[in-house]
């Protein structure tokens, strides 16, 4: 049986954080925008549990979701799927987490990103601690801004040791990082060197577009975010007829949603079924 890894990104366009290198930060969306958004996301499930293949569904929104019942309801209705593997979703859980207790647990994780501009140290570390308590794996990830190491050691100091503290390496300009930088963001995420630099991609396989694929509010269907152009519509009969083998086209990536589906890296063998929710099978930092 098939096994998929969707990517699903709704019009949900809003974020109640107000971090200065991201475009959504501090924006809204209209009530008939959040109720569009929610039309969709249920279709999506439906259709999800409609399928007889093997599905893993992150979901990627531009902005925080968790603090809308839609995604919530989401996130439980899939986790209870017999065909879903796992239903994971980027967050930075700054909302609720009591409606966790009602999901499946084993098949939830989450992707949950610290940022010390908008919230405190102490205040992220009590949602993940309630994560530990609930049994819900997750990931804890942080930009890797040079003059924030300080509060990365931090955090991962304070951090279960069990848990995965992934950076994400800026790549705003050449050079950014030194050896020395890289050499101490590295003794905190074995893998930032992964996500320092772009991967030559053109030409070379990848699972994007044939196992893994991306999906918006419609059912328009592109390998990845990252390649535009339209492969089908998951609404549309046939559309299975679209996942196949290609070439990326892109001279690039440097995104860990795109880069981690090249085959070439094989960090599918690194991240086993954690790989939507970024958690490596075994664990890999030596604290």
């Known amino acids: 049986m098939s096994a998929w890894s969707i990517l699903y990104r709704g019009p949900l366009s809003s974020c109640n954080y107000s971090c200065n290198y991201c475009p959504f930060a501090k924006t809204t969306n209209t009530r008939a925008e959040l109720e569009d958004d929610a039309r969709k996301l249920a279709r999506f499930v439906a259709w999800v549990g409609g399928r007889s293949e093997s599905i893993?569904?992150?979901?990627?929104?531009?902005?925080?979701?968790?603090?809308?019942?839609?995604?919530?309801?989401?996130?439980?209705?899939?986790?209870?799927?017999?065909?879903?593997?796992?239903?994971?979703?980027?967050?930075?859980?700054?909302?609720?987490?009591?409606?966790?207790?009602?999901?499946?647990?084993?098949?939830?994780?989450?992707?949950?990103?610290?940022?010390?501009?908008?919230?405190?140290?102490?205040?992220?570390?009590?949602?993940?601690?309630?994560?530990?308590?609930?049994?819900?794996?997750?990931?804890?990830?942080?930009?890797?801004?040079?003059?924030?190491?300080?509060?990365?050691?931090?955090?991962?100091?304070?951090?279960?040791?069990?848990?995965?503290?992934?950076?994400?390496?800026?790549?705003?300009?050449?050079?950014?990082?030194?050896?020395q930088d890289l050499e101490r963001f590295s003794a905190v995420d074995p893998l930032f060197t992964l996500n320092a630099v772009r991967h030559e991609s053109q030409g070379k396989a990848c699972r994007a577009g044939a196992s893994a694929f991306s999906v918006d509010g419609d059912g328009a269907m592109r390998r990845c975010h990252f390649i535009k152009p339209l492969i089908g519509n998951i609404y549309e009969a046939g559309f299975e007829s679209a996942l196949r083998e290609r070439p990326c086209t892109n001279e690039t990536c440097g995104c860990h949603i795109g880069y981690v589906h090249l085959d070439v890296l094989n960090l599918y063998a690194v991240f086993g079924e954690g790989v939507m929710e970024r958690i490596p099978a075994t664990p890999i930092w030596q604290g």
Not at 66 to 82: D, G, I, K, N, T
Not at 85 to 110: F, K, M, Y
Request: a positive charge; glycine letters at 4%; one cysteine or more.
């Open 56 to 179: 893993r569904v992150l979901f990627t929104p531009w902005g925080e979701a968790l603090f809308h019942r839609s995604y919530q309801e989401a996130m439980v209705r899939l986790s209870h799927l017999p065909n879903v593997r796992r239903v994971a979703i980027q967050t930075n859980l700054s909302g609720p987490l009591d409606w966790l207790e009602s999901c499946q647990r084993e098949h939830v994780g989450l992707w949950a990103t610290y940022h010390p501009t908008q919230t405190s140290r102490p205040r992220f570390l009590a949602q993940c601690q309630k994560l530990d308590r609930l049994g819900i794996r997750h990931s804890v990830g942080v930009v890797g801004f040079k003059e924030q190491f300080p509060e990365v050691l931090a955090l991962r100091r304070e951090l279960n040791p069990e848990t995965y503290l992934w950076i994400n390496a800026t790549k705003h300009a050449p050079d950014y990082y030194s050896a």
